[in-house]
């Protein structure tokens, strides 16, 4: 096990803090319930802002999107850690990116929220962490037996600044509200924190993720890296860890705090009581996740640092969300619709494909996922 220095383990600590008191906060302040921060619930907001789906009820530009991206960009600016790469099957990551927004909505959540809500006392959220570990582990074994989508090249500065430049354009579109933009007056979409607020919590949890490379499946995946694996080079990283068992410990005080604990299994917001479905959404995230190293919130950030592979999965997870409304799959509080059933099935015999028709035998583990899982 890698020894960490005093200073990463203080950034580690604080990125897990950060998100959970931020995440906490916001839904204080007016998000929805358990959902301060969900990447997938946000992703499916901003496609209805820009017209990409007609639910009323899950349209607007919400700025912790913008911010997860921008906070990520300025740092790496800052840092000069900026890098322009791309070209490592772009085609497979969009795919990949559709398939963890589809998987979230079934759930009703990213892995953020998943945890979110646990600490707020969900324990229905429970059978998606064991989706979502379970997820991890079947991705980690495709990649030690080889998996690989090859490894991305540099490529031009202004490929990597299109995300960043299209998030400064939301931004803009988000403070002049032109009348194409549309705007929740009902639903979860209508429930929100203030602006300046989402955005601050946003560019700060970005900005830390990316010095810290903060991953909710990437952390999971540092509990399955030790024993047999330690002979590949991989040993277990406590950093993550760290970082989650952070989030987790100041998130569940934030709730207890401002009142927003309330423990039990039944009628919680925001979850979905067909616990089968939600375990295998949550396992096709954890599964998708690892294939293309890293949850939907790192995909932000890694497009944020001038990852074009991230930024085309971005703009997956984009088209998943709307599609997770115009096609009916998102859970609810029924269950999961027949729409949402055939699309995770279908889903996972897609990333059984990917998987299979993308190994390299005899290769072992692939140098650049040896490089993401260190």
């Known amino acids: ?6 200073k990463m383990i203080f950034l580690f600590i604080l990125m897990g803090a950060v998100i959970g008191i931020g995440a906490v906060l916001l839904s204080f302040y007016g998000n929805p319930a358990n959902t301060g921060l ?23 530009l919400r700025p912790e999107i913008i911010g997860f991206v921008l906070g990520a960009f300025a740092l790496s600016m800052y840092r ?5 790469t791309g070209g490592s099957s772009p085609l497979l990551r969009f795919l990949v990116g559709m398939l963890l927004i589809i998987g979230c909505g079934v759930f009703i959540g990213c892995p953020i929220k998943l945890f979110l809500r646990i600490s707020a006392g969900d324990l229905s959220a429970i059978a998606g962490l064991f989706g979502l570990v379970g997820g991890v582990y079947v991705g980690l074994e495709f990649i030690e037996n080889g998996f690989r989508l090859g490894e991305a090249e540099p490529a031009p500065r202004s490929n990597g600044l299109i995300i960043p430049g299209l998030m400064i354009f939301l931004l803009i579109l988000a403070l002049v509200q032109p009348a194409f933009i549309t705007q929740s007056e009902k639903g979860s979409a209508a429930q929100h924190a203030p602006f300046l607020l989402s955005l601050g919590v946003g560019l700060l949890v970005g900005a830390l993720a990316q010095r810290t490379q903060f991953c909710i499946t990437g952390g999971i995946a540092r509990i399955f890296l030790w024993g047999p694996r330690e002979v590949m080079n991989c040993p277990r990283s406590t950093g993550l860890l760290l970082s989650l068992a952070s989030f987790f410990g100041f998130a569940l005080v934030a709730n207890l705090l401002t009142g927003q604990f309330n423990f039990g299994l039944q009628d919680q917001p925001s979850s979905n009581p067909s616990y089968g479905w939600a375990f295998l959404g949550m396992f096709m995230v954890g599964f998708g996740s690892v294939l293309i190293r890293g949850c939907p919130l790192r995909q932000l950030v890694a497009a944020g640092q001038g990852d074009n592979d991230a930024g085309v999965a971005v703009m997956g997870m984009l088209v998943g969300a709307a599609l997770v409304q115009n096609w009916g799959m998102s859970g609810n509080a029924e269950g999961t619709p027949l729409a949402g059933q055939i699309a995770v099935l279908t889903g996972l015999c897609l990333l059984c494909i990917v998987g299979i028709m993308n190994r390299k035998r005899g290769y072992g583990i692939a140098p650049e996922y040896q490089a993401g899982l260190d």
Not at 1 to 6: C, P, R
């Open 38 to 60: 969900c990447v997938a619930c946000f992703m499916e907001n901003v496609a209805g802002a820009l017209g990409f789906h007609d639910n009323v009820r899950m349209q607007y």
């Open 80 to 84: 000069r850690e900026f890098r322009s």
């Open 1 to 6: 096990m890698e020894k960490l220095s005093q």
